[in-house]
């Protein structure tokens, strides 16, 4: 999330999550909204630049704080809408306002212009910011495809024309600065496909990011031009095919298409399974197949498995093991770098010199990199003249000053991690997550009881919740409950409660891990008789 502020107001670039780290699977990280939450009064506008989750995941939770219209192209917002429909959120309260290229959108004593970018999502955007002190210039997420598969390259003319004018700042995406020469097109992942299903007799599952929807369709393509009908797996999948379809971003003969349940019938040689999984996600259908638990999917010794993605950073080992999983189950798995089955969306160092040699800005700001990426571009900037002054190099919460041409950083505002915790957010601490992982592990033990605190005489039988705990739980439940009367009858007396229940906490949890070699969360709640 990127804010633009002036005297008078305040825009939103994107406002996305991210995965934390590999062992909080089911956690999303968010941005602090508690500064726009401050400022709520100068907030005019969210605008995004693509529909991946890293920038319109949060917005559910945004608009729980704040209510403010939304600008985006057609397929874009059409993500965001299905985004607030999985989070139970009415969108008819919401403006939103589709953006066309030849737009100016005046925001109070800013206006705003986009120009189409491509990237491994279709209707992905930059945007010039002009302000009242200077005009900026946000890449979004971004590559020069010369073929991209909707034959919509980057509005060069356009972005050109904005930055005759001047640009003052340029902000870009840096994530492949350290890869030599320009980002190889979409359509090359096409042609490979082609070259497979050429080669393939047995059926082929197809893994990719979920909305990589021109990846999509060219395994569609494919599917088709070798007789093969397909079929959608994965929520996410499922939920994107319709979207993108109905918007008319993929195109495909309705007859080509499969319903999960056909392909137990279907010859295995004619079948396609395009799925989620790609980055081996526990629940996704590609791990599940893998761990040979999958319904409807079980791998047999022809099947071809093309992973057509890269790991994100900290996913290589989910996805390393699924791979295994496939071959040991008899699959031909094909995966990069091996064979070139993938992509990125985000240009290379030719890409990134080429747009700041189109823009000609004043100053730079990367983004999406980590700190040996911000060294790279700073090199790759300084050959191309820039001096270190007009390198800046921000973080998460850097406050940067534009002024008449002249940028600096000023500040620092304060950033708390946010975790989304249901269709809440709240600040996330690392202790409180490992303990709820371990809950999720170990179990968890609940213990309510009743007992005299002068004879030191449990009272009635105690209420034992035992969860997560398996087959051991019914068992457990008796062993518990004999532990608790031998603990009472074998102990001194503890006048203090808490004291106590820390003590038959311990005792519980000794207890287990002797018999079961699990540690879980015991929670005791411990009243006397004579207090009450």
């Known amino acids: 999330m990127t804010l633009i502020e002036s005297e008078r107001s305040l825009i939103i670039l994107d406002c996305g999550i991210k995965f934390p780290d590999p062992s909080f699977e089911s956690s999303l990280l968010t941005a602090d909204f508690q500064y726009v939450i401050d400022k709520w009064d100068k907030v005019k506008a969210l605008f995004i630049t693509h529909g991946h989750e890293d920038h319109i995941g949060a917005i559910p939770f945004l608009l729980k704080k704040i209510n403010i219209p939304i600008y985006g192209t057609k397929l874009t917002l059409g993500m965001v809408r299905a985004k607030l429909k999985d989070y139970k959120i009415s969108s008819k309260d919401i403006v939103f306002h589709e953006i066309n290229s030849n737009e100016i959108i005046f925001v109070d004593d800013m206006f705003v212009e986009s120009f189409h ?7 992905g955007v930059g945007y010039a910011i002009h302000t009242p002190h200077g005009t900026i210039i946000h890449s979004g997420d971004f590559k020069f495809d010369q073929t991209p598969i909707d034959k919509k390259i980057t509005e060069y003319n356009k972005l050109v024309s904005i930055s005759s004018k001047g640009i003052d700042l340029l902000m870009l995406d840096i994530t492949n600065v350290e890869r030599e020469g320009f980002t190889p097109s979409e359509k090359v992942v096409g042609e490979k496909f082609y070259d497979v299903f050429r080669k393939v007799n047995g059926r082929i599952i197809l893994t990719t990011f979920a909305s990589n929807i021109h990846r999509i369709q060219q395994a569609i393509n494919a599917s088709i031009a070798f007789n093969r009908k397909f079929c959608i797996l994965g929520k996410s999948m499922v939920n994107t095919v319709l979207i993108a379809k109905e918007l008319g971003y993929l195109s495909f003969p309705e007859e080509y298409l499969l319903k999960q349940h056909e392909l137990k019938n279907h010859p295995l040689e004619k079948t396609v399974i395009i799925t989620t999984g790609s980055q081996g996600e526990p629940l996704s259908v590609l791990t599940r197949i893998a761990n040979n638990n999958h319904k409807d999917v079980k791998i047999f010794p022809n099947d071809t498995v093309i992973i057509s993605a890269s790991p994100i950073p900290g996913n290589e080992t989910l996805v390393n093991k699924t791979i295994n999983k496939l071959f040991k189950l008899g699959a031909e798995v094909l995966y990069e770098p091996n064979y070139k089955v993938h992509v990125s969306g985000h240009g290379s160092k030719e890409d990134i010199k080429l747009l700041i040699n189109l823009v000609k800005p004043k100053n730079l700001l990367p983004f999406h990199g980590e700190f040996r990426h911000m060294k790279h571009f700073s090199d790759l900037a300084q050959n191309l003249n820039y001096s270190t002054e007009n390198i800046i190099l921000a973080k998460n919460g850097t406050v940067v000053e534009l002024n ?7 500040d620092e505002i304060p950033i708390r991690n946010m975790i989304a915790s249901g269709s809440e957010i709240i600040e996330f601490n690392k202790s409180s997550f490992l303990e709820r992982k371990r809950i999720s592990e170990d179990g968890l033990i609940l213990i309510s009881l009743i007992f005299d605190s002068e004879k030191f005489k449990i009272l009635n039988s105690p209420k034992i919740k035992t969860i997560g705990l398996n087959s051991h739980e019914n068992m457990l439940q008796k062993e518990i409950e004999s532990a608790i009367y031998s603990f009472f009858l074998k102990s001194q007396k503890i ?4 004291k106590l229940e820390d003590k038959i906490s311990n005792s ?25």
Do not use: C
């Open 117 to 123: 970018v491509n990237h491994s999502i279709p209707d």
């Open 495 to 498: 006048e203090n409660t808490e």
């Open 404 to 410: 008449n041409g002249e940028v600096k950083i000023v």
């Open 508 to 532: 519980i949890k000794d207890l287990v891990f002797a018999q079961y070699r699990k540690y879980p969360a015991v929670f005791v709640h411990a009243m006397s008789l004579n207090e009450r």
